[in-house]
Nanobody
Framework: QVQLVGSGGGLVRAGDSLRLSCAAS????????MAWFRQAPGKERQFVAA????????YYSDSVKGRFTISRDKTKNTVSLQMNSLKPEDTAEYYC???????????????????WGQGTQVTVSS
């Protein structure tokens, strides 16, 4: 089993920045891809960003591209999401995820990830 613990959420104003972190423990594998998804009330969980196991390839949804940056520290088994220029529409519960990804299209797919964190709330006021 792999345990993921997300942190760093909070209440900020539009235009502010926030940094989310996710720590992995348990039977982690260095070949796991890591990702962030988010879910707003009444909506489906959506892809935000992902990073491959080497850390050299990153993937973003169009809505966050240019504002968010995903990174990972393999020595510490952590993944971070730097969120800049936050907008009210970024308000959601953010979840980190881990899994073995075989094709590029799977980075964006919720069902491709085996392990999920508990979620951390991000609220952006206008």
């Amino acid at each position: 089993q792999v345990q993921l613990v997300g942190s760093g959420g909070g209440l900020v104003r539009a235009g502010d920045s926030l940094r989310l972190s996710c720590a992995a423990s348990g039977r982690t594998r260095s070949t796991y891809a890591m990702a962030w998804f988010r879910q707003a009330p009444g909506k489906e969980r959506q892809f935000v960003a992902a990073i491959n196991w080497t850390g050299r390839s990153t993937y973003y949804s169009d809505s966050v591209k240019g504002r968010f940056t995903i990174s990972r520290d393999k020595t510490k088994n952590t993944v971070s999401l730097q969120m800049n220029s936050l907008k009210p529409e970024d308000t959601a519960e953010y979840y980190c995820a881990a899994g073995t990804i075989y094709t590029e299209g799977d980075y964006y797919r919720r069902g491709a990830y085996n392990y999920w964190g508990q979620g951390t709330q991000v609220t952006v006021s206008s």
